[in-house]
């Protein structure tokens, strides 16, 4: 059995993407930072038949999640698929005018050391297996920058590069990475950004291994 990692494991698309991977036969390792919520989630997924523990952690503390990802894999098994998916601070979000570079230092911690950290804690083990998956999901500003969201932009841009990288690198050992952009909101009930829709969407970059970069809805939509 192997496991799924979901860094930001939410109610929203960590919690529906823990279900489909589950229903798939992955046991599901929760990481975000609230022990309380994580072990709710890992309960209620539990009495759906779903095999999940929760392993708290603050992506803006890379030695946490280093350490999270350690025991995850200790307790349930090697990490086949990393998904990166925390929620970004809505102050993260400011116009450019007024983003100095100290308000860019959480939003990079957030986006790009918060991802080379997991992704370095995992890679060995996916190797180890001879097979692995990683899943970057993100904004359409990652794609677009927005002049009033200037650190999601500019750090969600990094993040796509190191990703991108990562997809040009890791192709010839078998390792599939791939980016989905949600442009605009999740919304439940959507046609493409329903919760349960976009974990299926990335339940199929899992499985069909193609392409970096894969969008769930239009640009504009
Ligand atoms: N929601 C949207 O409308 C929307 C739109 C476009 C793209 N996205 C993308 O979708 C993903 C999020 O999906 P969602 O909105 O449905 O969220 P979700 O899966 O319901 O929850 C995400 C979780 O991230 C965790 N998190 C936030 N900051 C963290 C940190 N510093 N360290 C560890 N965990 C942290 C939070 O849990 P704790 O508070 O317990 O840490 C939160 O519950 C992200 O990749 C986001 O870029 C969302």
Do not use: C
């Not at 601070?89 to 230092?105: A, G, K, N, S």
């Amino acid at each position: 059995m192997t496991t799924i990692a979901i860094i930001g494991a939410g109610p929203g698309l960590g919690s529906a993407v823990a279900r489909r991977f589950g229903r798939e036969g992955f046991d599901v390792a929760l990481v975000a930072r609230d022990a309380a919520r994580l072990d709710a989630l890992a309960d209620a997924l539990g009495t759906e038949g779903v095999n999940a523990r929760g392993f708290a952690a603050d992506v803006h503390d890379p030695e946490q999640l280093r350490a999270a990802l350690d025991r995850a894999a200790t307790s349930l098994g090697p990490v086949e698929v990393l998904q990166y998916s925390p929620l970004p601070r809505w102050d993260f979000m400011r116009p450019v005018l007024e983003t100095t570079y100290q308000d860019l230092i959480a939003p990079v911690e957030f986006s790009v050391y918060g991802p080379v950290a997991a992704v370095r804690q995992v890679l060995p083990g996916m190797r180890e297996l001879g097979r692995g998956t990683i899943l970057f999901v993100n904004g359409g500003t990652a794609v677009v920058p927005h002049p009033d969201r200037a650190g999601t932009s500019i750090a969600f841009a990094a993040e796509s590069a190191y990703a991108r990288l990562l997809h040009d690198t890791l192709v010839a050992e078998g390792i599939h990475v791939a980016q989905l952009v949600i442009p605009g909101a999740i919304v439940p009930g959507h046609e493409r950004k329903d919760p349960d829709v976009l974990a299926g969407t990335l339940w199929e970059l899992h499985r069909d291994r193609h392409g970096f970069r894969h969008f769930a809805d239009d640009l504009d939509g």
